[in-house]
T-cell receptor, first 109, second 115 residues
Framework: GQNIDQPTEMTATEGAIVQINCTYQ??????LFWYQQHAGEAPTFLSY??LDGLEEKGRFSSFLSRSKGYSYLLLKELQMKDSASYLC??????????WGAGTKLIIKP | ETGVTQTPRHLVMGMTNKKSLKCEQH?????MYWYKQSAKKPLELMFV???????ENNSVPSRFSPECPNSSHLFLHLHTLQPEDSALYLC??????????????FGPGTRLTVL
């Protein structure tokens, strides 16, 4: 199948850390993307993982485990502006992006 | 990235109307995409163009007709749409249309409402 699963909604507190998980079940794998989408705006690229391990970019990090079909996006020192939807997408064996439905992250003061 | 623009940003149309969505990318990319985004659903790929040639049509109904006159411009012509076609239509572009790390950059979308 071609299922990308991620939680529908998460809530976290300003200044805290949150981890958004994504699992994928497609056969063939050519990379995992994370995008951020604020309400009414374009999705914007956050990260790309193709090898196992953690990629860090400032407050945001992305992790991949190919053997487990699992990725997570880690957001540190949360700010109110981080309230957005976070989209996980896997590039499959046909090099097409298969998208999750997105995780809506709500940040509370 | 703000190198992909879309017009109009909002569109309300009746089921018998004909309208067109426009997308322009200023990034020098060679691939362009149309996606449909409905609430709480994954992005649905509709069409892909590589070097102006259509390389993907994901079983999209013929009431949606794409046009790609050059690598910088992409249109989506709409006619006799249904209310269930109401959604956010996103355009994206990428450098090469499919390599592993090839990253797609999105426009802000057109919010379409079909009455």
């Amino acid at each position: 199948g071609q299922n990308i699963d991620q939680p529908t909604e998460m809530t976290a507190t300003e200044g805290a850390i949150v981890q958004i998980n994504c699992t994928y079940q497609t056969s063939g794998f050519n990379g995992l993307f994370w995008y951020q989408q604020h309400a009414g705006e374009a999705p914007t690229f956050l990260s790309y993982n193709v090898l196992d391990g953690l990629e860090e970019k400032g407050r945001f990090s992305s992790f991949l485990s190919r053997s487990k079909g699992y990725s997570y996006l880690l957001l540190k020192e949360l700010q109110m502006k981080d309230s957005a939807s976070y989209l996980c997408a896997e590039r499959d064996s046909n090099y097409q992006l298969i998208w999750g439905a997105g995780t809506k992250l709500i940040i509370k003061p | 990235e703000t190198g992909v623009t879309q017009t109009p940003r909002h569109l309300v149309m009746g089921m018998t109307n004909k309208k067109s969505l426009k997308c322009e990318q200023h990034l020098g990319h060679n691939a362009m995409y149309w996606y449909k985004q409905s609430a709480k659903k994954p992005l649905e790929l509709m069409f892909v163009y590589n070097f102006k040639e259509q390389t993907e049509n994901n079983s999209v109904p013929s009431r949606f007709s794409p046009e790609c006159p050059n690598s910088s411009h992409l249109f989506l012509h709409l006619h006799t749409l249904q209310p269930e076609d109401s959604a956010l239509y996103l355009c994206a572009s990428s450098q090469e249309g499919g390599g592993g790390a090839d990253t797609q950059y999105f426009g802000p979308g057109t919010r379409l409402t079909v009455l």
